[in-house]
C-alpha cells in the first residue's frame, strides 16, 4: 500500500489533500513524485530518490517540495505486531521549526488515511 502508485492514490495526504498523481521507480536510486491537490486547488509535488528499499522492513528516500532547498530525508520503517504492523516515520533534515510542525501534522494526516484504507480493504472480501 505504501510503494504502488495505485494504492497511494487512494490514501495518501491528510484531509482535505488529494493525492492525484503518483509515479514510483522502486529500487535505490530510482525516482518517485506524489502529485498533492491542497484545499485551495493548488498542486504541490513532493519528489525524491530511493535511497535505501528492504521489503517488508524499511524505507528511505529523499524529500523536496521546493528544489531550490536542499533535499530532507525520509525512514519508514514496519515493524510487525502479531497481525498488525506498525509505521514508524522519521522525517530528517527539516529546514526549520514551521516546516517541522507542517510535516509533522501532513505525516499524521497520512498514517491516519493509510489506516482507513487498509482497514477498509481488509474488510473487503
Known sequence: MWTDPRHLLQWWGPRGVECVGADADLRPGGAYRIDNRMPEGAIVTITGVFEAVEPPHRLVFSWRIDPTHAPERVTVR????????????????????????????????????????????????
Open 78 to 125: 514496519f515493524e510487525p505486531r502479531g497481525e498488525l504492523t506498525e509505521v514508524i516515520v522519521e522525517h530528517e533534515r527539516i529546514a526549520d521549526e514551521s516546516a517541522r510542525r507542517g510535516h509533522e501534522a501532513g505525516w499524521v494526516g497520512c498514517l491516519e488515511g493509510l489506516d482507513r484504507y487498509a482497514t477498509a480493504s481488509a474488510a473487503t472480501p
